[in-house]
T-cell receptor, first 113, second 113 residues
Framework: QKEVEQNSGPLSVPEGAIASLNCTYS??????FFWYRQYSGKSPELIMS????GDKEDGRFTAQLNKASQYVSLLIRDSQPSDSATYLC?????????????FGKGMKLTVNP | KAGVTQTPRYLIKTRGQQVTLSCSPI?????VSWYQQTPGQGLQFLFE???????NKGNFPGRFSGRQFSNSRSEMNVSTLELGDSALYLC????????????FGSGTQLSVL
């Protein structure tokens, strides 16, 4: 059973701070990695996708991938109260000839004004 | 452009019954995937369809099945409902595969009594 683990949280940061969200995965063969944001009572929405080692930046968001350590992270710079949500790490892995999108259980982030 | 539409929004069923959920993807999207979300297990992948064929499958029992029609609309069926099937069922669509951006619907909240 392929697993994706996220810190249990919740995480609380002051407005303007950097929020750091971490995720580890068990399938060494995984090639595709995603961060989704889910506001309370809403559906997940994709924030970042990353496929190769290193950093990928998009505005205030930076995704970092280290395949050797099987680790992917999301940094949110200049955090805003509107960033308060649950962040889900997701990984595509292969099992039994089928690809599966496996989600972590999520980390709830609260940004305090 | 209309988003992903799921119907019905809420369902209440009793144990042993069966249920069919519907998902209409964004126009032009040919990949449809289904997910179960519960507070305890988080978001779990059920299956993915492309061009009327099940392309990938998660680790759910055979009571969970689905299909996709020629217009890319998809249905998910759960037979012999159990209390543990109570969950939010989300559908997502993408152009051709889920390594691209997934767009989620609002979900169907299923309660099994």
């Amino acid at each position: 059973q392929k697993e994706v683990e996220q810190n249990s949280g919740p995480l609380s940061v002051p407005e303007g701070a950097i929020a750091s969200l971490n995720c580890t995965y068990s399938d060494r063969g995984s090639q595709s990695f995603f961060w989704y944001r889910q506001y309370s009572g809403k559906s997940p929405e994709l924030i970042m996708s990353i496929y190769s080692n290193g950093d990928k930046e998009d505005g205030r968001f930076t995704a970092q991938l280290n395949k050797a350590s099987q680790y992917v992270s999301l940094l949110i710079r200049d955090s805003q109260p509107s960033d308060s949500a649950t962040y889900l790490c997701a990984v595509i892995g292969k099992e039994g000839g089928s690809e599966k999108l496996v989600f972590g259980k999520g980390m709830k982030l609260t940004v305090n004004p | 452009k209309a988003g992903v539409t799921q119907t019905p929004r809420y369902l209440i069923k009793t144990r042993g019954q069966q249920v069919t959920l519907s998902c209409s993807p964004i126009s032009g999207h040919r990949s449809v995937s289904w997910y179960q979300q519960t507070p305890g297990q988080g978001l779990q992948f059920l299956f993915e369809y492309f061009s009327e064929t099940q392309r990938n499958k998660g680790n759910f029992p055979g009571r969970f099945s689905g299909r996709q029609f020629s217009n890319s609309r998809s249905e998910m069926n759960v037979s012999t409902l159990e209390l543990g099937d109570s969950a939010l069922y989300l559908c997502a669509s993408s152009l051709t595969n889920w390594k691209e951006k997934l767009f989620f619907g609002s979900g169907t909240q299923l309660s099994v009594l």
